[in-house]
């Protein structure tokens, strides 16, 4: 089955800094998922993003699956950003989503 | 509209003992899912379903059993729960069937068993 890595596995930033968080998979995909859970353990979907570009505020991601890799991008950040991300790609040709072992961010104040 | 919602949220089990978890979604997804988190890691897939009455092993299936039988909703059993169980548990669900919305998966709020 596919194998879902990510990097780097933990990231302290000061207030307002940016960040890149890295997802890579070991096969082919058509569709990939950025999640945060934030510090009290709620999972939430942040990108549906199988390829190209997306924004949405402050966060951005990007997804080239020819070389099979995705970015999360985190401008301004601020504590509320503070938990674990989490990327997850399905099994080629079936539903099972497997996530890799996250990010774990966080920012201080 | 409540999304995927779990129950029950926390649970004790003695060793040997059975219990099911219960996840529902209002969402008319085809998709569902079950995972554990254990401390500090990520999530496992345990078993899928893409549809009314049909199931699948993910990752990690062994002692653990589930049903579909209704569309809305998706049972996760533990037969004889052992500690290595203890773990939180997440639901989630996918896919309405509109390619606009695409298949993405939104996740309950968890449930915590503890397997003493």
């Known amino acids: 089955g596919i194998q879902v890595e990510q990097s780097p596995p933990d990231l302290i930033l000061q207030e307002g800094a940016n960040s890149t968080l890295r997802c890579n998979f070991s096969?082919?995909?058509?569709?990939l998922q950025w999640f945060h859970q934030n510090p009290w353990g709620q999972l939430i979907n942040l990108f549906y993003?199988?390829?190209g570009t997306k924004q949405n505020g402050r966060l951005s991601a990007t997804t080239v699956a020819t070389e099979r890799y995705s970015l999360l991008y985190i401008s301004s950040s601020q504590t509320t950003d503070s938990g674990v991300y989490f990327c997850?790609?399905?099994?080629?040709?079936?539903?099972?989503?497997?996530f890799g072992t996250g990010t774990r961010l966080k920012v201080l104040a | 509209n409540a999304g995927v919602t779990q129950t029950p949220k926390f649970r004790v089990l003695k060793t040997g003992q059975s219990m099911t978890l219960l996840c529902a979604q209002d969402?008319?997804?085809?998709?569902m899912y079950w995972y554990r988190q254990d401390p500090g890691m990520g999530l496992r897939l345990i078993h899928y379903?893409?549809?009314?009455?049909?199931?699948a092993k993910g990752e990690v299936p062994d002692g653990y059993n589930v049903s579909r039988l209704k569309k809305q909703n998706f049972l996760l059993g533990l037969e004889s729960a052992a500690p290595s169980q203890t773990s939180v548990y997440f639901c989630?669900?996918?896919?309405?069937?509109?390619?606009?919305?695409?298949?993405?998966?939104?996740f309950g709020e968890g449930s915590w068993l503890t397997v003493v």
């Open positions: 989630a669900s996918s896919y309405s069937g509109s390619r606009k919305a695409g298949n993405t998966i939104y």
């Open positions: 096969d082919s995909v058509n569709n």
């Open positions: 993003i199988p390829s």
């Open positions: 997850a790609a399905p099994t080629s040709g079936t539903y099972k989503y497997i």
């Open positions: 969402m008319n997804h085809e998709y």
């Open positions: 379903s893409v549809g009314e009455g049909t199931t």
